[in-house]
Nanobody
Framework: QLQLVDSGGGSVRAGGSLKLSCAASGNTLSTHCMGWFRHAPGKERDGVAAIDSDGGTSYADAVKGRFTISQDKAKRTLYLQINSLKPEDTAMYYC????????????????????WGQGTQVTVSS
């Protein structure tokens, strides 16, 4: 049974930083695409960053230059470093896994992912 566990969220002031983590357990394959999505109240759940098993990355325009996605394959952990936080970054953040397939241009597309973490809340105050 594959499971994703998100952590690292919190409440911070604007301009601060957070590092989110997503630990994968259970059977996994070397080929994958993993992504981070966020869901703010009243909005859709949108993709913010994705990474291929070979390290290729993609980012939403709204977070380019501030968010960095990375992975530690040995620890089976996905990370999202968030810098220069803004109040509009406030949302529940979810990691997601596309198992056995690369991102192939759909890394920020929610329907591409069958596996999801439980989410971790990020709240940014001005």
């Amino acid at each position: 049974q594959l499971q994703l566990v998100d952590s690292g969220g919190g409440s911070v002031r604007a301009g601060g930083s957070l590092k989110l983590s997503c630990a994968a357990s259970g059977n996994t394959l070397s080929t994958h695409c993993m992504g981070w999505f966020r869901h703010a109240p009243g909005k859709e759940r949108d993709g913010v960053a994705a990474i291929d098993s070979d390290g290729g990355t993609s980012y939403a325009d709204a977070v380019k230059g501030r968010f960095t996605i990375s992975q530690d394959k040995a620890k089976r952990t996905l990370y999202l470093q968030i810098n220069s936080l803004k109040p509009e970054d406030t949302a529940m953040y979810y990691c997601a896994l596309r198992w056995g397939l690369r991102c192939a241009g759909v890394g920020l597309w929610r329907p591409a992912y069958p596996y999801w973490g439980q989410g971790t809340q990020v709240t940014v105050s001005s």
